[in-house]
């Protein structure tokens, strides 16, 4: 599974550069279903001047469209970087059943960081998550990014 893993991570990887490319903090996220690619985003935060368009939040509402369904039941997604309180919240109520993460974020991430709101018992689904997918690759990205503006 660990190679299926890193092939989605890489493609996450792409859409985070696409970011970067237009000055957006290179996050990118990948829904992928059983049947292959669902949908895949980058933030667009500034772009969209929209605090919600989030790789996860932008890449969730595509996938969603598509499928015609709000619930994203046997779709694992794949971003570069830990999800936030937003984020993770709109996963759990995606009921989506895998998150698969690069880097953590000891700042904002809500999937094992700063707590873990995927994994809350009190809630009504729980994601599996699987972290450090390309996280050198993911971590390095966002250092680079963040160098360049200091």
């Avoid at 829904?31 to 001047?49: I, S």
């Avoid at 779709?75 to 996963?91: F, K």
Wanted: some cysteine; glycine content about 8%.
């Amino acid at each position: 599974m660990s190679g299926e893993h890193e092939l989605w991570m890489r493609r996450a990887l792409e859409q985070a550069r696409l970011a970067a490319g237009r000055e957006e903090v290179p996050v990118g996220a990948v829904l992928v279903g059983p049947d292959g690619l669902v949908a895949e985003a980058h933030n667009r935060t500034r772009e969209a001047a929209d605090p919600t368009a989030h790789a996860e939040m932008t890449v969730l509402r595509e996938g969603a469209l598509r499928l015609g369904d709000w619930r994203l039941l046997d779709h694992t997604l794949y971003v570069t970087l830990e999800p936030c309180a937003m984020c993770a919240g709109a996963i759990v109520l995606a009921r989506v059943p895998r998150l698969v993460f690069g880097t953590r974020d000891p700042k904002a991430g809500m999937c094992g960081s700063l707590e873990n709101l995927v994994r809350d018992e009190r809630l009504n689904h729980r994601v599996e998550v699987v972290e450090g997918v390309l996280a050198d690759e993911a971590a390095e990205l966002l250092r680079g990014f963040f160098r360049e503006r200091r």
